[in-house]
């Protein structure tokens, strides 16, 4: 212990920012997770970075004394790897700087910085890139992972619209990662999540967006869920890029905007977003009127900045959340039936099935032109139970489990940012074999000891896994060509 507490001492004054230990201000918010059901991780030291020499620091002392290395930008993720049990996490979270050029439509973001935050900086000058659609989410781990949001049928991913980054690889070298730079690992960053580095900053592309949209949501009684699907399958294959619309299967919020004889009753939810004028909107909305008159019909003009901030009590932190997911190459239907069928319907406020639009920008990029798997998929679609008691969990599982068995058989893959604990092969089933191969080779390069492994993990080409020992630097950064 006393070694301990000495290297302690000595990493507290190797950084400009604080190091923290358990009884620390500080500590347990550092400590806090998204997801109440991965709490329970106390690591050794917390290193709050202030800058990315911080974040070297942090890495090489993890690596000298052999210790689980672990890397926390928000905490918003259901797996809570973002915080190593008795390791060294890297706390990202005071990284929180934006700079926004509005004559280039570009943005500069520090990892620490939510996707409301992001956003609200962007619209003061009309412009937004694509972001989650709960604003508390973190903007480097949702990029990372490939980044679904509303306007990505227009614009494309978040990773598709991520032009550089500053990263931190496992020897502690700081690189730049561009086209023109350190291309594999630039490729690898767009959907590798953070197998190959700590990102310090993103560059954005940034796009003419609102500040006025045409959103909300229209719910239906849940009796109509296969007929509102089968119309939504078909409504889909015609949208235009301007328009979004998700498909979700949830129970009324205790929300002002719903009547009180409405509130916890089971429902489908067509949820919108269109980026086009309120006239152009309310002609590509038309059909709706197919479906008869709605429970509720909350959709209208509204800032763009409301409408990302739409899914907010849902995912706030603290929640009890097991998901299980994957892409629909079609939404057939026999899906259709799978997620209509006895015994599915949704167990309590907050537990949801998703089902998101891909198709637009996000399939005209190329399969392999980003790490990203999965492109030509139709849709994607999430099954997340969330509760509020301990004491629920059985049932709240064992709910989604059941979805989940009668939907598997008709998905495809997985979106690597909604997986859970679901073992190495779910994760290779969120890339296309000849990515998943190049990014192994690109781990082996740029992370050869699998110091980043606390995340959905690609394992080194070279069968080292599970080795803690970091490669010396390589020199030069800029001499590095996988």
């Not at 869920?225 to 619309?245: C, K, N």
Request: proline share 6%; hydrophobic share 40%.
């Amino acid at each position: 212990m006393e070694l301990a507490t000495a290297a302690v001492r000595d990493l507290a004054g190797a950084v400009h920012g604080a190091v923290l230990r358990a009884g620390d201000e500080g500590y347990d918010e550092a400590c806090r997770l998204w997801n109440a059901g991965a709490g329970g991780r106390r690591p050794l030291v917390v290193v709050r970075c202030a800058d990315a020499a911080d974040v070297a620091t942090a890495i090489r002392y993890a690596a000298r004394h052999e210790l689980e290395l672990s890397v926390r930008s928000t905490g918003h993720n259901v797996t809570g790897r973002a915080v190593s049990d008795g390791g060294v996490t890297v706390d990202l979270s005071g990284l929180r700087d934006v700079r926004v050029d509005p004559g280039r439509r570009l943005a500069s973001v520090q990892p620490g910085v939510l996707w409301g935050e992001l956003d609200a900086r962007t619209q003061e000058a009309g412009l937004a890139t694509t972001g989650g659609r709960i604003s508390t989410t973190g903007v480097a781990g949702l990029t990372l992972g490939g980044g679904f949001g509303w306007l990505m049928r227009r614009h494309g991913l978040a990773a598709d619209n991520l032009l550089a980054a500053d990263v931190v690889t496992a020897d502690g070298t700081g690189m730049r990662a561009a086209e023109d730079c350190e291309p594999g690992l630039f490729w690898a960053l767009r959907g590798g999540g953070g197998n190959f580095g700590v990102v310090t900053s993103l560059e954005f592309r940034l796009h003419p967006v609102g500040p006025v949209v045409t959103g909300g949501a229209v719910f239906y009684a849940a009796e109509q869920a296969a007929r509102v699907l089968r119309w939504y399958r078909d409504f889909l294959a015609g949208a235009p890029d301007d328009l979004s619309v998700q498909c979700n299967l949830l129970r009324l919020p205790p929300a002002p905007f719903v009547p009180p004889e409405l509130r916890g009753r089971p429902a489908v939810a067509l949820a919108v977003c269109h980026l086009g004028t309120v006239e152009r909107a309310g002609r590509d909305l038309a059909a709706l009127r197919e479906l008869g008159e709605p429970l509720l019909r909350r959709l209208g003009p509204m800032r763009y900045t409301s409408l990302q901030r739409l899914y907010d009590m849902a995912g706030r932190f603290g929640s009890f959340v097991y998901g299980r997911s994957g892409y629909l190459p079609e939404l057939t239907d026999a899906a259709v039936d799978a997620l209509t069928a006895p015994g599915c319907a949704v167990p309590g406020a907050g537990s949801i099935v998703m089902i998101s639009p891909l198709g637009g920008a996000v399939a005209r990029v190329g399969e392999l032109d980003t790490a990203v798997g999965h492109r030509g998929a139709a849709v994607s679609c999430s099954v997340d139970a969330v509760w509020q008691r301990p004491g629920a969990a059985a049932a709240h599982v064992a709910w989604a489990d059941r979805v989940w068995a009668g939907l598997r058989p008709h998905c495809s893959g997985a979106y690597v940012n909604e997986l859970g604990d679901e073992g190495p092969e779910r994760v290779r089933e969120a890339y296309h074999p000849v990515a998943w191969q190049r990014l192994r080779v690109l781990k082996t390069h740029y992370d050869p000891g699998n110091v980043f492994r606390l995340n959905q993990n690609i394992p080194p080409a070279a069968g080292n896994a599970g080795s803690r020992t970091v490669s010396p630097p390589a020199g030069d950064a800029g001499s590095r060509k996988p």
